[in-house]
C-alpha cells in the first residue's frame, strides 16, 4: 500500500524501515517501470557513474542463477543490484543516489534493505555482467512487504539496533570537535541534521559527524574498525546516504547551499576521522 508522502521527504525519511519479509510476489510492471525511471533520471554530487539493473528472480532468463541472499531474506522476487568503477567518490555517489532510490521506493509502498555482504556476488555479478574494474557493494531487495514479519527479521532488527541512534549532539559539533552542538541551538537546520541522524547506516553504526561553523557544516567519516575488510569502505556509502538526507531536508525547507569538496580543516580532529565535504550555504 502507497502512502501520501509526497508532501515531505522528511516523512518518508521517518517512515521507511528496513524489509527483510515480502510477500513473494513479483512486482507490477507499473511499479517497475516507476522505479525504471527514478533510476534513469537520478543524479548525485560526485564525477561518478553508478549502474542500476532491477533483476526479478521470476524471469526465465535467470532460472539457472541462484540469486541467494544467505536466508536473512524472505519471499523476495526482485533486486536492484547496484555497480560501481573503482574510482574515489563512487562509493559516496552511490549512497546518495541509491537512498534517493529507497526513498522513491518507500513513496510508492515498496518495501527495501540495503545488503552489503549478506549475498551471492558471484551470481549477481553474472547477472549483470559485472566488469573487471568493477565492485558491486550494495544489492537491494525490492518488493511488497509482507503483512506479517518473519521470525529472523525481528531478530535481526533486535541484534543490529535498528531503532537506536546517536543522540544529536553526538555527531554535531560547533566550530570545532570539542564542542558539541545542542538541536536548539541548530537554528533552520536543526531538522536536516535530525534527518542525518535518523539516516541508515551499516550495523548502525552511524559514523557520520558534522562541525557547524559560519560558512556551512562539515562532514566527516568516522572510522569503524573491519568495515574495509570486504574490498570497499562500506561507511563510504554510509555518507553518502546522509548526504542525501541532509540536501532533501534542506531544499525541502528552502535552504539554499550547494556541496564543495574543497577540504576544511578543523581543529582538534579526532583519530580514524576523515573529511568528506561540506555543505555551504548560500
Do not use: C
Not at 161 to 175: A, M, T, Y
Request: glycine share 6%.
Amino acid at each position: 500500500m502507497s502512502i501520501d508522502l509526497s508532501k515531505s521527504i522528511m516523512d518518508v525519511i521517518k517512515y521507511r524501515t528496513s524489509i527483510r519479509t515480502y510477500d513473494n510476489k513479483p512486482l507490477s510492471e507499473d511499479i517497475k517501470a516507476k522505479l525504471q525511471n527514478r533510476m534513469d533520471n537520478v543524479s548525485g554530487p560526485f564525477n561518478e557513474k553508478v549502474r542500476f539493473e532491477i533483476i526479478d528472480k521470476f524471469d526465465k532468463s535467470n532460472e539457472n542463477i541462484k540469486l541467494g541472499t544467505y536466508g536473512v531474506i524472505k519471499g523476495v522476487s526482485s533486486f536492484i543490484v547496484t555497480s560501481i568503477e573503482k574510482n574515489d567518490e563512487a562509493l559516496e555517489q552511490l549512497g546518495y543516489i541509491l537512498e534517493n532510490i529507497v526513498l522513491y521506493a518507500t513513496s510508492i509502498g515498496v518495501g527495501t534493505v540495503w545488503l552489503g555482504g549478506t549475498f551471492n556476488k558471484g551470481e549477481f555479478a553474472k547477472v549483470i555482467d559485472s566488469k573487471d574494474n568493477e565492485i558491486m557493494p550494495i544489492v537491494l531487495p525490492i518488493g511488497i512487504p509482507a503483512e506479517k514479519r518473519s521470525f529472523t527479521e525481528k531478530m535481526m532488527r533486535l541484534v543490529s539496533g535498528g531503532k537506536n541512534r546517536k543522540i544529536f549532539n553526538d555527531i554535531v559539533f560547533s566550530e570545532d570537535f570539542t564542542k558539541k552542538l545542542d538541536e536548539s541551538k541548530a537554528g533552520e537546520y536543526a531538522k536536516p541534521l535530525e534527518m542525518v541522524r535518523l539516516a541508515p547506516s551499516a550495523s548502525n553504526k552511524q559514523p557520520w559527524r558534522i562541525v557547524v561553523d559560519n560558512s556551512g557544516f562539515h562532514f566527516f567519516l568516522n572510522h569503524t574498525k573491519g568495515y574495509n575488510s570486504m574490498g570497499f569502505d562500506m561507511e563510504k556509502i554510509d555518507m553518502g546516504i546522509a548526504m542525501y538526507h541532509f540536501e532533501a531536508s534542506a531544499k525541502e525547507l528552502n535552504l539554499s547551499g550547494h556541496w564543495s569538496k574543497e577540504f576544511k580543516h578543523i581543529k582538534n580532529t579526532p583519530k580514524d576521522t576523515e573529511f568528506i565535504i561540506s555543505w555551504l550555504k548560500e
